[in-house]
C-alpha cells in the first residue's frame, strides 16, 4: 500500500521560504511515477504546484516557476518543495502526491501552512 | 494557464443521476485524452474516481462514468447516494510545462 506523508513547519513568515517533505512508503520512487505538490487555500480549489519525475526531471506550474524547487532523494524515499518569497496568498493545505500522466493516485493527508508574522 | 471551468453546484435526488461539467480549451481538455476526476470530502484528500477520461480505479462504483467532447469533458455519477455528496474536481494535462491543471470544482448534494 503506497503512502504519503507531508512534514514541515505550519506557521512561515511573509517572505520567507516556505519547505515540506514528502516521505514515501510502500512504493520506491525510483521505480517511476511523478510524484509532486499540490495545494488548496481555506475554502478554495486545487492547484498543481510542481512535480519531479522518477528521473529527475522537474515540472512546475508557470504561475509560481519562479519561486519553486521540487528535489528527491531516492536514498530516503523522499522528495521535498521549497516555495520562496512568500506571502498570506500561499496559505493553503499542501499535499504531496503520486501520479501520471493528468492523474494523481496516491496523496498524503495534506498539511496547513500558515504565512503570517 | 487558467483553471477549467466547472459548476459551482450540482444537485439530484437519491437514486437520480447528476452530470457535472469541465470546460477547457484545445490546449488542454480538448487536446488529449488525460482527463481525470477527485471525490474529496471536507478535511481529507482527493481520491481518484476517473483518470484517461473513462477509466476507472479499481474499487471505484461503476455509478461513476467520464466522457469527453471536444473542449469539455463530463463526470455522471448515477443511482446517486448520500455518499456521493462531496466536492468534485477535474484536471487535464495541458502540455509537458503543465502536468496538471485542476477545474473550479462542483459541490454535489444528494437532495
Given at each position: 500500500q503506497v503512502q504519503l506523508q507531508e512534514s514541515g513547519p505550519g506557521l512561515v513568515k511573509p517572505s520567507e521560504t516556505l519547505s515540506l517533505t514528502c516521505a514515501v512508503s510502500?512504493?520506491?520512487?525510483?521505480?517511476g511515477y511523478y510524484w509532486g505538490w499540490i495545494r488548496q487555500p481555506p475554502g478554495k480549489g486545487l492547484e498543481w504546484i510542481g512535480s519531479i519525475y522518477h528521473s529527475g526531471s522537474t515540472y512546475y506550474n508557470p504561475s509560481l516557476k519562479s519561486r519553486v524547487t521540487i528535489s528527491v532523494d531516492t536514498s530516503k524515499n523522499q522528495f521535498s518543495l521549497k516555495l520562496s518569497s512568500?506571502?498570506?496568498?500561499?496559505?493553503a493545505v499542501y499535499y504531496c502526491a503520486r501520479g501520471k500522466t493528468a492523474a494523481v493516485d496516491y496523496w498524503g493527508q495534506g498539511t496547513l501552512v500558515t504565512v503570517s508574522s | 494557464q487558467s483553471a477549467l471551468t466547472q459548476p459551482p453546484s450540482a444537485s439530484g435526488s437519491p437514486g437520480q443521476s447528476v452530470t457535472i461539467s469541465c470546460t477547457g480549451t484545445s490546449s488542454d481538455v480538448g487536446g488529449y485524452n488525460y482527463v481525470a476526476w477527485y471525490q474529496q470530502y471536507p478535511g481529507k484528500a482527493p481520491k481518484l474516481?476517473?483518470?484517461?477520461?473513462s477509466k476507472r480505479p479499481s474499487?471505484?462504483?461503476?455509478?461513476f462514468s467520464g466522457s469527453k467532447s471536444g473542449n469539455t469533458a463530463s463526470l455522471t455519477v448515477s443511482g446517486?447516494?448520500?455518499?456521493?455528496e462531496a466536492d468534485y474536481y477535474c484536471s487535464s494535462y495541458a502540455g509537458s510545462n503543465n502536468l496538471y491543471v485542476f477545474g473550479t470544482g462542483t459541490k454535489v448534494t444528494v437532495l
Open positions: 510502500g512504493f520506491s520512487i525510483s521505480s512568500v506571502t498570506a496568498a500561499d496559505t | 474516481m476517473i483518470y484517461e477520461v474499487g471505484v462504483p461503476d455509478r446517486l447516494q448520500a455518499e456521493d
